[in-house]
């Protein structure tokens, strides 16, 4: 059964930086494509930051491009987002999820499973 354990959100002033860790287990790692993804209230959930674990290609959304860096540790078989000069609409739930397929790159709606959650609040 894949899992995922997500960590790191919290609550954090606007410019500041804040690491979310996502320790993943009941899969092969390098097998699978990992991302972390992002639903704030009333709007839909989105991409954010991807990475293809078996090459380290990564993806990310315009939004956050320069201020965000995914990168994964096989040997732990964790995925980490540091977010450095957040700002208040990267408020939201922020979701780590994987599948096999490289479509996950592109929509979550191409992932079929999905860890917990952990809450990113950014205050002006």
């Known amino acids: 059964e894949l899992q995922f354990v997500e960590s790191g959100g919290g609550l954090v002033q606007a410019g500041g930086s804040l690491r979310l860790s996502c320790s993943a287990s009941?899969?092969?790692?390098?097998?699978?494509?990992i991302g972390w993804f992002r639903q704030a209230p009333g709007k839909e959930r989105e991409r954010v930051a991807v990475?293809?674990?078996?090459?380290?290609?990564?993806y990310y959304a315009d939004s956050v491009k320069g201020r965000f860096t995914i990168s994964s540790d096989s040997a732990k078989k964790t995925v980490y987002l540091q977010m450095n000069s957040l700002k208040p609409e990267d408020t939201a739930n922020y979701y780590c999820a994987a599948d096999n397929s490289d479509y996950v790159t592109i929509s979550p709606n191409y992932v079929r499973y999905w860890g917990q959650g952990t809450q990113v609040t950014v205050s002006s």
């Open positions: 990475i293809t674990t078996r090459n380290d290609n990564t």
């Open positions: 009941g899969f092969t790692f390098r097998d699978y494509v």
